[in-house]
């Protein structure tokens, strides 16, 4: 006999049915509670990995937030697939990055360093004769890899990691300040 399962989408444009024999269910190694949520969900992982569907996309289909997707990725060993259009809408705007920033600024304002911001630069800090521009990126990134554009690139400035710096803010003014204190042209690795 066979089951039918239904996916469950917030606004059913299309209805997909899976008719699943009663050999499969009981082969598979679930709660049956449980089976049409996780079996949702395999099938979104499965979607997003063969590059069938966006990550916004699968995850919607999964009822997963976007967390509870990239952890479900790392945990089944899949690649994140970051596309031109993600890293667009995960660079954050300029004061969007000044605020993530200013628990950096005070550190430094508090060691008399003096900062502000501008227009298209989410913080200046000012030492002695010279000036760094700093700016944030998303932590799914890697700066370093050949398809890593951000809208601050072509500036003369230093990007740092957003979850570096929200995981250990200390350890990133430590790092700033050894930098300042060693030149005015940095080369920061974070």
Known sequence: MFRPFRAKIKKLDHRVSLAIS???VSAIKLPKKQMEGELI???AF???DRGLTSMGVARRFAALSKWEFIEGLAERGIS???YASEVEEDIKAVAEQSQQ??????????DGYECYQDEKIPLIIKSNAYQ??????PGLLDKKAENF???LCEKDIHLI???FLDLNLPVAYQKLIQALGVQGNLALRW
Do not use: C, F, S
């Open 80 to 82: 994140r697939h970051y």
């Open 22 to 24: 009663d050999e499969v």
């Open 161 to 163: 990691n957003d979850y």
């Open 46 to 48: 499965t979607l997003y």
């Open 101 to 110: 920033l200013q628990g950096l600024k005070r550190l430094l304002e508090l």
């Open 41 to 43: 969900k395999e099938i």
């Open 132 to 137: 760094l521009a700093i700016g944030t990126y």
């Open 149 to 151: 554009k951000h809208p």
